[in-house]
């Protein structure tokens, strides 16, 4: 698995506004990203990527929309890797270790990132007004 992401081939970026119809179009356009980049949409990795970044864009719309009226969803691939990651401009930081015991949401995409063999990291901007979450999961 790639480890230096500014390594893939593959990326695309795409912000919305920070509304339930974020989820629809980030999926939608990671679909399509993965046909343009070669992916087959039957790999065993795609569906659970597809639920986590779901999951993702779902809590930054839930929890993230009074402070943050867009949220940026970046994808990259490559041939042994596929990672992406959900920002917007909420201070809140998760703790995505703890979150396997406690249920909901992010439980599930830890549990998905885990189960896949791939990594989970939050990343603060600078200004410290806003996070990066970046899923990383091998193929």
């Not at 943050?68 to 909420?90: E, M, N, W």
């Not at 830890?110 to 990383?136: C, F, H, P």
Request: negative net charge.
């Amino acid at each position: 698995m790639s480890t230096h992401l500014e390594a893939l081939p593959y990326r695309h970026v795409l912000t919305l506004p920070t509304m339930p119809s974020a989820v629809r179009t980030a999926r939608e356009t990671a679909e399509q990203a993965l046909v343009e980049w070669g992916m087959s949409l039957r790999h065993p990795a795609v569906g659970p990527a597809l639920l986590i970044l779901s999951e993702l864009v779902t809590n930054s719309v839930r929890h993230a929309a009074v402070l943050s009226p867009q949220v940026t969803v970046i994808y990259a691939g490559g041939k042994d890797c596929l990672a992406f990651a959900v920002h917007d401009r909420h201070p809140y930081q998760p703790p995505l270790c703890a979150v396997t015991d406690a249920g909901g949401g992010l439980a599930t995409v830890m549990e998905l990132t885990l189960g896949l063999g791939g990594t989970a990291v939050v990343r603060g901007d600078a200004d410290g007004q806003g996070k990066s979450i970046w899923i990383t999961l091998p193929l």
